[in-house]
Structure formats: structure tokens, C-alpha cells
T-cell receptor
Framework: KQEVTQIPAALSVPEGENLVLNCSFTDSAIYNLQWFRQDPGKGLTSLLLIQSSQREQTSGRLNASLDKSSGRSTLYIAASQPGDSATYLCAVLYPDAGNMLTFGGGTRLMVKP | DGGITQSPKYLFRKEGQNVTLSCEQNLNHDAMYWYRQDPGQGLRLIYYSQIVNDFQKGDIAEGYSVSREKKESFPLTVTSAQKNPTAFYLC?????????????FGPGTRLTVT
């Protein structure tokens, strides 16, 4: 069964730090990988989507990388701010899965002022 | 503005009652999905639909039912057969004829059954 794992489950950092969130997947034959942000009690906001042929995507202070061969993706957040506090979820789309995403359990990030 | 709406935001029901959660999208997406999220966990797929009048079971379909009579709408009914219905329910949609297949999510409905 295809599985997606996110480590750590929770992370607390002081404001201004650069940080890395990790996502690993068991089956490297992915179609794409999405990183989402979820605020408490809210829906998911798509942050970055990386196609299987791409190595990274950037949006503002966020950079997501993809290494299919090792089954890993990282989300790099530069100069973290208290407003970055949220849960970050990664999700993988496999080509034969009918467009269904497989989600990791998420990393709950707290950035302290 | 294009997007996905879910209603209501909060829903309370007594055990043994069926309840229907609404999901509407104006993104002109062919595919729609229902996910369930439990505290501290990722999302699990309940049902999905890639075309009107057709839908498929996801990983945890037991105790749920759906319909897709219109492209814009994909309501989810939580039946009394669902043993642990209290959860946060998220609806999503995506294009089918796309090389990207990015999924967009609604704001969610929190269902509490007592």
C-alpha cells in the first residue's frame, strides 16, 4: 500500500529561523506532489505543486523540492514568521489512482515571536 | 470569485439520524471528492466522482452515500450506519483534462454526533 509519512509531527521554532519540513513516500512512481497549509478548523490551502518531472518549486519564502528516487520531498520556509504557524500537509498523486491524493499525517508548526 | 463552498460550517446531530453535507463548486471542475479528517490525522478519501451521475468508493466509504446529479454539486450523506461520524469533512475538486491535476479544497464542515 502506498504510504506518505511526515516527520516531525510537530515543530516549534523561534521567529526568523529557516526551517525544513519533511515528506516521504513509499512508491516513487508519483505523478505529482502537493504541499498544503491548514489553519485550525479551516480547509486546505494549496501552497506548491511539484510535477514528477520537476525538482523544485518556489513561491515567496517557500521552496519545495522533490527527489523521486529517494521518495522524499522537503518544504523549506525561510525567515519564519508567527503567521506561518499552521499544519502543513503533503499529498501524493499516483498515475493509476483516479486522481486520488494520498496524504501524510501533517506537521504542526508553531513559530514563536 | 471561483471556489468551493461547504455548508453548514458546524453541524450537530443525534445518534441514529442521517445528515447531509453540502458541497458546491463554480470552478467548472469535472472531479469532486469527499475527505474525512480526524484530530491529528491526515485526510482519508470517502468518495469521489469524475463525471456527473458516476461516483466511486474511496478508502472509507462504509456508512456514507453520495450523489452527483449536477456538475457543480456533490452532497455527502452520513448515515446512521457510520459508527464514528464525528469528524471534520472536506470537499475538494479538480480538473480531469489536465496535466497538473491540482486539487482545491473547501472550508470544511465539522460534524458532531452525540
Amino acid at each position: 500500500k502506498q504510504e506518505v509519512t511526515q516527520i516531525p509531527a510537530a515543530l516549534s521554532v523561534p521567529e526568523g529561523e529557516n526551517l525544513v519540513l519533511n515528506c516521504s513516500f513509499t512508491d516513487s512512481a508519483i505523478y505529482n506532489l502537493q504541499w498544503f497549509r491548514q489553519d485550525p478548523g479551516k480547509g486546505l490551502t494549496s501552497l506548491l505543486l511539484i510535477q514528477s518531472s520537476q525538482r523544485e518549486q518556489t513561491s515567496g519564502r517557500l521552496n519545495a523540492s522533490l527527489d523521486k528516487s529517494s521518495g522524499r520531498s522537503t518544504l523549506y520556509i525561510a525567515a519564519s514568521q508567527p503567521g506561518d504557524s499552521a499544519t502543513y500537509l503533503c499529498a501524493v498523486l499516483y498515475p493509476d489512482a483516479g486522481n486520488m491524493l494520498t496524504f501524510g499525517g501533517g506537521t504542526r508548526l508553531m513559530v514563536k515571536p | 470569485d471561483g471556489g468551493i463552498t461547504q455548508s453548514p460550517k458546524y453541524l450537530f446531530r443525534k445518534e441514529g439520524q442521517n445528515v447531509t453535507l453540502s458541497c458546491e463548486q463554480n470552478l467548472n471542475h469535472d472531479a469532486m471528492y469527499w475527505y474525512r479528517q480526524d484530530p491529528g490525522q491526515g485526510l482519508r478519501l470517502i468518495y469521489y466522482s469524475q463525471i456527473v451521475n458516476d461516483f466511486q468508493k474511496g478508502d472509507i466509504a462504509e456508512g456514507y452515500s453520495v450523489s452527483r446529479e449536477k456538475k457543480e454539486s456533490f452532497p455527502l450523506t452520513v448515515t446512521s450506519a457510520q459508527k464514528n461520524p464525528t469528524a471534520f469533512y472536506l470537499c475538494a475538486s479538480s480538473e480531469m483534462d489536465s496535466v497538473v491535476y491540482e486539487q482545491y479544497f473547501g472550508p470544511g464542515t465539522r460534524l458532531t454526533v452525540t
